[in-house]
């Protein structure tokens, strides 16, 4: 045992020197090929002198990067995310001029602007050295990852680990299953292939199942995930919808929204959530009841020492290697979405929308920036023994959006999100405790041109016309609604506040709110109180149900009807009550597939349910849907792959559900995890709710 850690300390020892002999030669080479960085005297020096300048001036800024470094990142901690990432390299080069100025040689200088393109590249180099020395040194690579932990659990690393396995769930964002099965079998995600394939060593048979799943009729991240993770989705009609009540124009990916969505699922179940008991949540909506939070929107509207969604960013800009390495990768990705886009336009590819403005930066934050502090965090969580971690990895669902479900683009981001389920099932090797991983999707994505693109109008419009209300001539696009937008939002610390969604409407206005949420939209008029039935709506606008209704690009709308209860409408005079529609008698329904009835039966019961829910036209036969928003890839309403995503789990856990019966709904998905978690005897007792006091609230 002694031995042993003899040798890993020699080990780490030739390390660090074979670093620091690197990081030298980079500074010789460095000092040699800039004219503003200098390590030797005007008169010029030996070659003796100048390497030992340099050695010195390489160890000195080591040093320096490893005590200090951190300190400055915790005092910076509550400088907004993508800003520290960008302090991160004048930082950097301020170590840099100060190792140069306390080399014993005295004879380092450098322009600051130089010392920041020098100390950028050393960081680089020796992050790169490192890690290619610990390739095969597995103690080496464990603390290597031990540095990207929770700084604060660091004291527990020596304690045995839990007898027990825990658990880690990674959502992969909008990777349907049909997307998750052609990746596999193209090779794109060996990883993922490996779990489901029989294993070559010793005949042993795959480690993990891969089941469908179907989501409620709104199929997107906020209803998935508030009842995955908190077990009810009751009342979450779409993904942004007007409160009557409230005169609030509520939005998933809005922090002070999914702040107020989760503590009404909290006082709905009167149950904490998911991770209640030593568990983490990261990058997600929603908390699950987890007491270590990083990048979680719904408490990203809280101000001071209270967001603890932030130490995420700590546990990973915390290693100046770290913040060069992803922000070079993120320049990268920059161009290569701009590459992309240029040759999708050139090519005059169809369906197409825009892709200029802010959204390369938008794609490379959420491909880059947040799936490399997401995962650092998982890490860290591994390593600390934590029984249950629920993290969700957005880098697919934001490029689908914009380049199609499928295509070059989204086969590179699924072959990186499998790299980095290969980095966690390694690191699962060397947790303290045997980890478990769940890989799922919150739902699929349904291609399509928009409904704008085809019509040459918005659904907005459309009201409007039905309403005889003036319709503008020239045409406003609707913003889209991607999680990647807001998480970058509130790392800047901007509200998500989206144009054309007034907070707080005025009740005198008889003009329809119109609200897209991928292929589904919702018409509420602010001026009547309670939801309106058929008969009010045609007596006030006589036109307007029947011009929603039999437009071709409609495929069914659902309103209150004083006489049936719920009514769905279809092209023609098609029409069907909710209480009778099944999947004998699906009437307008028949295109959308089994289970159809029952999602929009559930809808119609929600208390915010808009006056008029429409539901854009489907095609059975392409999978495409017409998107109400600007995108290609869509999700959000009935039709097509959006509404079938995947669980991917170990044999090890009980089946998800009986042979030949279908896991239908994110509550029910709820109910398995939550089961898997006892079989780990893990966190199954429910804590009390935590509800948020009046400040947390207000904020």
């Known amino acids: 045992m002694g031995g042993t850690r003899w040798g890993t300390i020699l080990s780490g020892v030739w390390r660090s020197i074979a670093v620091w002999a690197v990081s030298t030669v980079t500074m010789l080479v460095l000092a040699g090929a800039l004219p503003d960085f200098q390590i030797q005297s005007d008169d010029g020096d030996s070659a003796t002198r100048i390497a030992v300048t340099a050695a010195a001036g390489a160890g000195v800024f080591g040093l320096l990067s490893s005590l200090v470094w951190p300190l400055l990142v915790r005092a910076l901690l ?21 190792a140069l100025r306390v080399n014993p040689s005295g004879r380092g200088e450098a322009a600051p602007e130089t010392a920041v393109v020098v100390a950028a590249v050393m960081s680089a180099v020796a992050s790169a ?92 991240t906020g209803a998935s995930q508030l009842g995955i993770l908190h077990g009810t989705n009751h ?44 568990g983490a949540s990261r990058g997600n909506l929603f908390s699950g009841g987890a007491d270590q939070l990083a990048l979680v929107l719904s408490i990203a509207a809280r101000r001071g020492r209270e967001n603890r969604s932030r130490a995420g960013y700590f546990a990973y800009f915390s290693d100046p290697a770290n ?113 478990r991983i769940v890989v799922l999707s919150d739902h699929g994505q349904s291609p399509g041109e928009t409904f704008l693109t085809r019509y040459g109008l918005t659904l907005g419009n459309l009201v409007r016309a039905g309403c005889g209300l003036p319709v503008p001539r ?106 009778e529609a099944s999947d004998e008698h699906p009437g307008p329904l028949a295109d959308f597939g089994p289970g159809a009835a029952d999602a929009v039966r559930r809808t119609h019961g929600f208390p915010h349910t808009a006056d008029i829910m429409v539901n854009s036209w489907y095609d059975p036969a392409e999978g495409e849907v017409l998107a109400f928003e600007e995108q290609i890839g869509s999700h959000g309403g009935l039709g097509g792959a959006q509404g079938r995503p995947f669980l991917l789990s170990p044999v090890a856990f009980s089946e998800p559900v009986e042979d030949g019966a279908e896991l239908a709904g994110a509550e029910q998905v709820h109910q398995v995890l939550r089961r898997w978690l006892r079989e780990c005897d893990g966190p199954q007792v429910p804590l009390a709710p935590q509800l948020p006091d009046e400040s947390e609230r207000a904020a």
Not at 237 to 263: G, H, I
């Open 78 to 98: 509550l400088v907004p995310a993508v800003v520290l990432g960008l302090l991160v390299f004048f930082l950097n080069g301020s170590l840099l001029l100060i």
């Open 235 to 278: 009342d979450i009609p779409a993904f942004r919808w007007y409160e009557k009540d409230t005169r609030e124009v509520m939005v998933c990916n809005r922090p002070t929204s999914a702040a107020e969505l989760q503590r009404r699922a909290i006082e709905h179940t009167g149950d904490g959530g998911l991770l209640t008991v030593d």
């Open 323 to 435: 913040a060069v390495r992803t922000a070079m990768s993120l320049v990268a990705e920059v161009f290569r979405e701009i590459g992309q886009s240029t040759r999708s336009r050139l090519g005059r590819q169809r369906p197409r929308i825009k892709r200029g403005g802010l959204y390369p930066f938008i794609r490379a934050f959420a491909t880059v920036v947040e799936r490399d502090v997401v995962v650092a965090a998982v890490i860290g969580d591994m390593l600390a023994g934590r029984n249950a971690v629920y993290a969700d990895l957005v880098a697919y669902d934001e490029v689908a959006h914009h380049s199609g479900p499928r295509g070059r683009d989204t086969e590179k981001v699924l072959e990186r999100l499998d790299r980095s389920l290969a980095l966690i099932a390694k690191v699962a090797e060397h947790a303290p405790r045997a980890y």
């Open 474 to 579: 020239r045409v406003r696009r609707t913003h889209s609604g991607a999680e990647a937008r807001a998480a970058v939002r509130a790392a800047l610390r901007r509200p998500v506040e989206e144009g054309g969604e007034h907070h707080r409407p005025s009740r005198r206005s008889s003009e329809p709110i119109v609200l897209a949420s991928g292929n589904l939209g919702l018409v509420s008029f602010p001026d009547v109180p309670h939801r309106m039935s058929r008969e009010e709506i045609d007596r006030r606008h006589p036109a307007l149900l029947t011009t929603l209704a039999n437009h071709p690009g409609v495929g069914f709308v659902l309103v209150r009807s004083q006489e049936h209860g719920g009514l769905v409408l279809g092209a023609n005079g098609a029409e069907v009550p909710v209480d």
């Open 129 to 220: 050295t490192g890690a290619a020395l610990a390739v095969r040194d597995d103690d080496a690579y464990r603390r290597r990852l031990y540095r990207l932990a929770d700084r604060r659990r660091r004291r527990a690393a020596g304690r045995p680990g839990p007898a027990t396995p825990g658990v880690v769930f990674l959502q992969l964002d909008g990777v349907g299953h049909d997307v998750l099965e052609e990746a596999v079998a193209k090779g794109l995600m060996p990883t993922v292939a490996g779990w489901l394939e029989a294993g070559r060593d010793g005949g042993r048979g795959p480690t993990h199942r891969l089941t469908p799943w179907r989501t409620d009729w709104s199929s997107q």
